[in-house]
């Protein structure tokens, strides 16, 4: 079946620090993945896709390759700020699916401290 | 762009009581919304689909008597917990389609503490 797997927060870092956030999915097919964040008190919001391997989905500073070798879709960003404390999720889309939802991963919550 | 109001936020309730949660789509047509329930550390799981003016389809395991969904208007569903219990206690997210982008759409999450 389609899941997907996210390393467990929280997640701790300075301002100005590197973040990974690593995304690894099992799916079917050529399925279009996703990050979506979540701030607090605030719904999902769509952070950055990417629909075909080797893909680059960026916003925002974040950035996630598709990379269908590994099957993953890490998020990144340089340099990170208070205002990006927040709880991120990965999530895809299978293939062909039609009105299928997304499937999404526990969720990575990221605390930027200054 | 789009917004998708959930309320309430949070809710406590006894058990034994029933719950509503409404999902409205507020500048757009939403035929199809989506229902999700999150337990504390784990994914979020879809319960149930809900097209406008058709009966829900329901994700294996969850119970259709247990948790109601009515979509009468392209622009509200709601979610009923009936006879609520603490297994129940959760948050709920639902999600809306807006069909003009293709794109989805979340609310805020109500989280539900049964006592």
């Known amino acids: 079946g389609n899941s997907v797997t996210q390393m467990e927060g929280p997640v701790t870092l300075s301002e100005e620090a590197f973040l990974t956030i690593n995304c690894t999915y099992t799916a079917t097919g050529y399925p279009s993945l996703f990050w979506y964040v979540q701030y607090p008190g605030e719904g999902l919001q769509l952070l950055l896709k990417a629909t075909k391997a080797d893909d680059k989905g960026s916003n925002k500073g974040f950035e996630a390759t598709y990379r269908k070798e590994t099957t993953s879709f890490h998020l990144e960003k340089g340099s990170v700020q208070v205002s990006d404390s927040a709880v991120y999720f990965c999530?895809?889309?299978?293939?062909?699916?039609?009105?299928?939802?997304?499937?999404f991963g526990k969720g990575t919550r990221l605390s930027v401290i200054a | 762009g789009a917004v998708v109001s959930q309320h309430p936020s949070w809710v406590i309730c006894k058990s034994g009581t029933s719950v509503k949660i409404e999902c409205r789509s507020l500048d757009f047509q939403a035929t199809t919304m989506f229902w999700y329930r999150q337990f504390p550390k784990q994914s979020l799981m879809l319960m149930a689909t809900s097209n406008e003016g058709s009966k829900a389809t329901y994700e294996q395991g969850v119970e259709k008597d247990k948790f109601l969904i009515n979509h009468a208007s392209l622009t509200l569903s709601t979610l009923t917990v009936t006879s609520a219990h603490p297994e129940d206690s959760s948050f709920y997210i639902c999600?809306?389609?807006?069909?003009?982008?293709?794109?989805?759409?979340f609310g805020s999450g109500t989280q539900l503490s049964v006592l």
């Open positions: 999600s809306a389609r807006d069909h003009r982008e293709e794109k989805l759409f």
């Open positions: 999530a895809l889309t299978p293939w062909n699916s039609g009105n299928t939802p997304l499937v």
